[in-house]
């Protein structure tokens, strides 16, 4: 039973415009979530995250929003660049600090 | 900072062999964790840490993943014995009490033939 599940397993863009990645959660105990990416042959790395008593955060090109009443999240790029093509993984925890959980990714390919 | 080390990157073993899998932390981080990224699953975690004691194990698919953390900058993933559906691409990831996220080494990618 995956608690976190993005359904998009690849997305493409084009570049200068709008990446939206998606990500669905059916645990509503969770109440801090994060975006990691990750490159070929590197591990994870934290790109943004959101707690729950927020519905937008927001870090230069990157913007997560948060709709708790769908359990649903989504991290938009704007304008995506060609360096942005990595795998993008949602997790979700129920404690800040706390084991997180993760989805199973969606691979981003930014065309220039 | 060194981040967090995994060794070995690659490992080609035949199926029944036992494998051991490294990982050493960031310094000062408390909590551990191990993960498995597979194509179908994403990244599942297999078991954590907190101040060197296992917390949360529910992850180990069998008896044959065992995990061990002696002290604070180090820990091993042991599979005994191996078969082929253990290939994957193996994380440790360390983090501290109250931070964002976690660190995560860049994996041990796992053959088992």
């Known amino acids: 039973d995956q608690q976190v599940k993005q359904n998009s397993p690849s997305l493409s863009v084009q570049e200068g415009r709008i990446s939206i990645l998606n990500c669905d959660y059916t645990n509503s105990m969770f109440d801090y979530f994060l975006w990691y990416k990750k490159y070929p042959a590197e591990g994870p790395t934290f790109l943004i995250s959101i707690s729950s008593i927020k519905d937008k955060n927001e870090d230069g090109r990157f913007t997560v929003f948060l709709n708790k009443s769908a359990k649903h999240l989504s991290l938009h790029i704007v304008p995506s660049q060609p360096g942005d093509s990595a795998v993008y993984f949602c997790?979700?925890?129920?404690?800040?600090?706390?084991?997180?959980?993760f989805g199973a990714g969606t691979i981003l390919r930014v065309k220039s | 900072d060194a981040g967090v080390i995994q060794s070995p990157r690659h490992e080609v073993t035949e199926m029944g062999q036992e494998v051991t899998l490294r990982c050493k932390p960031i310094?000062?981080?408390?909590?551990l964790f191990w993960y498995r990224q597979t194509m179908m699953r994403g990244l599942e975690l297999l078991i954590y840490?907190?101040?060197?004691?296992?917390?949360?194990d529910s992850g180990m698919p069998e008896d044959r993943f065992s995990a061990k953390m002696p002290n604070a900058s180090f820990s091993t993933l042991k599979i005994q014995p191996s078969e082929p559906r253990d290939s994957a691409v193996y994380f440790c990831a360390s983090s501290s009490t109250g931070s964002y996220g976690y660190t995560f080494g860049s994996g041990t990618r796992l053959t088992v033939v």
């Open positions: 997790a979700a925890s129920m404690e800040y600090g706390n084991k997180l959980v």
């Open positions: 840490f907190n101040n060197n004691v296992p917390i949360d």
């Open positions: 310094s000062g981080h408390n909590s």
